[in-house]
């Protein structure tokens, strides 16, 4: 079954840090862009981040920038989400997900999510 599984997810205090991991199975994620969205308690999903397939080159919503980094070890067929100084703000679903325009995608721009979600890992920051 071909699928993206989301986890790393939890609770934590702000200013801590969490680490999200997307594995694939039934591909390779090795041609794959992927992005990260996440999605909070009434308010529509909106995009994080994206790491190109090509070179690694990466995207980062304002809102996040200088404080999460995304990376991929295609050894692993995994890509993660590294989050540091974590904010409430941060509290949501966080999905990923395999990119429109995929072998295209440079990560100089925002990313459009393709295919269906997943069940996403929650992530809240409270203390």
């Known amino acids: 079954q071909v699928q993206l599984v989301e986890s790393g997810g939890g609770l934590v205090q702000p200013g801590g840090s969490l680490r999200l991991s997307c594995a694939a199975s039934g591909f390779t994620l090795d041609y794959y862009a992927i992005g990260w969205f996440r999605q909070a308690p009434g308010k529509e999903r909106e995009g994080v981040s994206c790491?190109?397939?090509?070179?690694?080159?990466?995207y980062y919503a304002d809102s996040v920038k200088g404080r999460f980094t995304i990376s991929r070890d295609n050894a692993k067929n995994t890509v993660y989400l590294q989050m540091n100084s974590l904010k409430p703000e941060d509290t949501a679903v966080y999905y990923c997900?395999?990119?429109?325009?995929?072998?295209?995608?440079?990560?100089?721009?925002?990313?459009?999510?393709?295919?269906?979600w997943g069940q996403g890992t929650q992530v809240t920051v409270s203390s």
């Open positions: 790491i190109s397939s090509s070179d690694g080159s990466t």
């Open positions: 997900a395999t990119v429109v325009g995929s072998y295209y995608y440079t990560g100089d721009s925002p990313c459009s999510p393709f295919g269906s």
